[in-house]
Every structure is written in C-alpha cells, then in structure tokens.
C-alpha cells in the first residue's frame, strides 16, 4: 500500500502549484473507500461520490482497503476525479492500495484519476 501526504502536507492544486492546507487550501472531506469496488457495488459508489461532488470541498481519497476494483469502479472514479475538476474541488489521495493502483495501471487511467503509480501506464 503506498501512503501519501497527510492533510498539513502537500495538495497538489488541478490549475496551479502545490501549496500546504495552511496556504489557503479549503479543508478536505475525506472519503474512505475499501473493500470490492466491483459492478455490483458501482451504483453505491456513484451515489456516494454525488453526494460528495454536491459538497463542493476539496477531497481526500482514502483508498487504502480497496480489495478488488473492476472497470465500472473505476469509470465512476473518472467521472467523479472530472465532475471534481469542473467544479474547481481539489483531490488528494491519501493512500492507493495494491489492487487499485494496478487496475488503473493496466487501463492507462493514473495520468486522469491524477494518482501516481510506483510504474508506468501500460495501456495503449
């Protein structure tokens, strides 16, 4: 599992440099996600991330217990990480798991869910 920064630390801005959370930086909703972010739980995941898009904070994902993601999951993700960046909210991950991090390795996704990976985006 790799960690990143707490909330004190670094938030990377979508239109602008990094700044600490002292500099300005609205505080972050944190958002858990664990466990199988499958098909099966894709419209709970929807709803949840709606919801947290209608709070208009920046976020911080914390993704550390995700178990097993499949392409609806992630797909929900993207269309979150996008309605985030239309609406000028920031996100942070605070920690990625294993199981995470390749799924969206292997579909080439790092780059627009704005996580970096310990390797490259395969995808063609």
Known sequence: MRTGK???AMVQQSDGPAMT?????????EVVLDGRLDISRAGE??????????RNEDVELDA??????????L??????VRGCA?????????T???ALEEAVRLLGL???LGLKTAQPDTAV
């Open 6 to 8: 707490d909330k004190k």
């Open 21 to 29: 959370a002292n500099e300005g930086v609205r505080d972050l909703h």
């Open 45 to 54: 995941l929807r709803d949840r991330m709606l919801q947290v898009l209608e």
């Open 64 to 73: 550390g217990g995700v178990t097993l993601v499949d392409s609806a999951a």
């Open 75 to 80: 797909q929900v993700l993207l269309a979150f």
């Open 86 to 94: 239309a609406r000028g909210m920031t996100i942070h991950w605070k």
């Open 96 to 98: 990625t798991s294993d």
């Open 110 to 112: 790092a780059g627009s």
